[in-house]
Structure formats: structure tokens, C-alpha cells
């Protein structure tokens, strides 16, 4: 999409405000807030994490990278939630302690919100503990799961372990993700379900309340 090619340009130079700039000539140019998350930010961050493991980008890039799709989000934000209709469900989100990466996570829960869910966002490193709690009280129907690390994929598995032993692992639908995991070790943990994108994570979030719906209709 040619309206995109600067936004992407931007990110890649971490330029916040050119970011800004691209992201508010596209929306004027009619390209929906999702498709700026899809086919802008996505790509483009996956482009800067190749950049990275590449040894072309250092640290200091991927952080003012990372600024400048917080800056875009910024104005996307408030688009994507005020559609006003009912949510399509609740969604609490969170990367799992041990972990800062949030890049991913934010995009999965920026494209859940344009897809009509309600995403309740507890941040980075959250402990097994905290989850449990934010199931209690924001009675979601999914929890969603990210981890960048190979030493904190285990603490979705502590997670989940934490959710059962509350008694609260049949209230929710537990969906992980992150460049790491893969639909084996999801299986392995006894997740719900794996997505490998932002747009895969909404695409199985519908699937897991369908799911849901339908195994509370059969009681
Ligand atoms: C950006 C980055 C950082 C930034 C994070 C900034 C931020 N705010 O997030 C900074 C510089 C802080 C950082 C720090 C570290 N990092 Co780092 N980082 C990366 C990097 C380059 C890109 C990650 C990223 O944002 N990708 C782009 C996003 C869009 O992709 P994504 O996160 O995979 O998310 C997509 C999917 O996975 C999926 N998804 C993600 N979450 C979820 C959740 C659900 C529920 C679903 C369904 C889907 C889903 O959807 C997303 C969109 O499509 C990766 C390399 C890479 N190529 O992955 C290394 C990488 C993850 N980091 C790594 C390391 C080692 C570290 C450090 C330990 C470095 C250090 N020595 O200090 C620290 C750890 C800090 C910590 N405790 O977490 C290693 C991990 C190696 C391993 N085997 O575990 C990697 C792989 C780099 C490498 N090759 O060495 N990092």
C-alpha cells in the first residue's frame, strides 16, 4: 500500500513525528486504523527485528523504533475504540514476568481493539499472582500471553498452573503467543490456542469465544 511506504520509512528511522505525520496522510487518505496496524507498524517492526538479529541495528534503534510506533498507536488508539458497538469480548493481555518485550503484545491487543474486543492490558513482566487477580476481577473470556524469551516461555506454563490451582483455568480461554513460541509448546502447556500474528491473534480470539459460547450452551 503506497499511502504506508513513508509510515514504514519513518519507523525504520525511528522518526516519531514523521511516523505521526504518514499515519495521520494515510488515515486522511481513507486506509482504516487496522490496515495501518497490519500492513504499516507490523510489517515494519518485524523489518527492524530482522535489522537487529542481522547485527545492522543496535539496541538504541529498536528503542526509538519502538517510540515511534507508540507514537502512532497514540493516534490510533482512540479510533479504534469508539465504534461504540458491544464488545466482541473481554481480553486481558499481558507479557509474563521476566520479560519487557511489549511490541508484539501491543500490536496483538491494538488489532483485538479494532476487531471490537475489549483488551484489559496489565503491561510487561507480570507474575503467575497478577493474573490471577486481574482474572478475578475483570472477568475476561481469553487471557492472552507473550513471550520474546526462551527463559520466560516457562512462566506461561507457571501461569496457567496459577489459574487452575485458583480454580479459575475453566472461566477463561488462554491464548499465548511471541517470536519463541510455537503451537507445540502451546499444546505442550495446555493453552488454548497459539497465534503467530497480531491478525492470526484476532482470527483465534473469535475462535476460542465461539468456543466458549458454545460449550456454555451445552452446559
Ligand atoms: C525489540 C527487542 C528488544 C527490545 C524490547 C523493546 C520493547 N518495548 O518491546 C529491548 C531492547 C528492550 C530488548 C531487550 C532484551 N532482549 Co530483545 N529483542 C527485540 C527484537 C529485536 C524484536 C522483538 C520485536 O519487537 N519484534 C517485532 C514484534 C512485532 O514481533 P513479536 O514480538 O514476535 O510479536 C508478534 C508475534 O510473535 C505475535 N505475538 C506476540 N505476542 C503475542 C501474544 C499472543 C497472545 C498472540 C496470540 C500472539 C502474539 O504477534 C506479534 C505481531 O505479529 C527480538 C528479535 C526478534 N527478531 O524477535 C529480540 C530478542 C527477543 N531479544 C532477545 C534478548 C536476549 C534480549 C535481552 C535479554 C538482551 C540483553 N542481553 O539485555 C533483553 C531482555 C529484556 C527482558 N527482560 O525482557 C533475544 C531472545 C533470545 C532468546 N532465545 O530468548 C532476541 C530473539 C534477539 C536475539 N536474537 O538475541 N529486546
Given at each position: 500500500?503506497?499511502?504506508?511506504?513513508?509510515?514504514?520509512?519513518?519507523?525504520?528511522?525511528?522518526?516519531?513525528?514523521?511516523?505521526?505525520?504518514?499515519?495521520?496522510?494515510?488515515?486522511?487518505?481513507?486506509?482504516t486504523p487496522?490496515?495501518?496496524?497490519?500492513?504499516?507498524?507490523?510489517?515494519?517492526?518485524?523489518?527492524?527485528?530482522?535489522?537487529?538479529?542481522?547485527?545492522?541495528?543496535?539496541?538504541?534503534?529498536l528503542l526509538?523504533?519502538?517510540?515511534?510506533?507508540?507514537?502512532?498507536?497514540?493516534?490510533?488508539?482512540?479510533?479504534?475504540?469508539?465504534?461504540?458497538?458491544?464488545?466482541?469480548?473481554?481480553?486481558?493481555?499481558?507479557?509474563?514476568?521476566?520479560?519487557?518485550?511489549?511490541?508484539?503484545?501491543?500490536?496483538?491487543?491494538?488489532?483485538?481493539?479494532?476487531?471490537?474486543?475489549?483488551?484489559?492490558?496489565?503491561?510487561?513482566?507480570?507474575?503467575?499472582?497478577?493474573?490471577?487477580?486481574?482474572?478475578?476481577?475483570?472477568?475476561?473470556?481469553?487471557?492472552?500471553?507473550?513471550?520474546?524469551?526462551?527463559?520466560?516461555?516457562?512462566?506461561?506454563?507457571?501461569?496457567?498452573?496459577?489459574?487452575?490451582?485458583?480454580?479459575?483455568?475453566?472461566?477463561?480461554?488462554?491464548?499465548?503467543?511471541?517470536?519463541?513460541?510455537?503451537?507445540?509448546?502451546?499444546?505442550?502447556?495446555?493453552?488454548?490456542?497459539?497465534?503467530?500474528?497480531?491478525?492470526?491473534?484476532?482470527?483465534?480470539?473469535?475462535?476460542?469465544?465461539?468456543?466458549?459460547?458454545?460449550?456454555?450452551?451445552?452446559?
Amino acid at each position: 500500500m503506497d499511502q504506508l511506504s513513508d509510515l514504514h520509512e519513518a519507523i525504520l528511522t525511528g522518526d516519531a513525528s514523521a511516523a505521526s505525520e504518514a499515519a495521520g496522510t494515510a488515515l486522511a487518505a481513507g486506509v482504516t486504523p487496522v490496515d495501518i496496524i497490519s500492513k504499516g507498524i507490523s510489517p515494519a517492526m518485524a523489518e527492524v527485528g530482522r535489522l537487529f538479529e542481522e547485527g545492522e541495528y543496535f539496541v538504541p534503534e529498536l528503542l526509538i523504533s519502538a517510540r515511534a510506533t507508540k507514537a502512532v498507536f497514540a493516534i490510533l488508539r482512540p479510533l479504534l475504540v469508539e465504534t461504540g458497538a458491544k464488545p466482541a469480548g473481554r481480553v486481558l493481555l499481558a507479557t509474563v514476568e521476566g520479560d519487557l518485550h511489549d511490541i508484539g503484545k501491543n500490536l496483538v491487543g491494538a488489532m483485538l481493539e479494532g476487531a471490537g474486543f475489549e483488551v484489559v492490558d496489565l503491561g510487561v513482566d507480570i507474575p503467575a499472582p497478577r493474573f490471577v487477580s486481574a482474572v478475578r476481577e475483570s472477568r475476561p473470556q481469553i487471557v492472552g500471553l507473550s513471550a520474546l524469551l526462551t527463559t520466560t516461555m516457562p512462566a506461561m506454563k507457571g501461569t496457567l498452573e496459577a489459574l487452575d490451582a485458583a480454580g479459575l483455568r475453566s472461566a477463561v480461554k488462554v491464548m499465548v503467543g511471541g517470536a519463541p513460541v510455537t503451537q507445540r509448546y502451546a499444546d505442550s502447556i495446555g493453552a488454548d490456542g497459539y497465534g503467530e500474528t497480531a491478525s492470526g491473534a484476532v482470527e483465534l480470539a473469535r475462535r476460542l469465544i465461539a468456543t466458549q459460547s458454545l460449550e456454555a450452551s451445552r452446559g
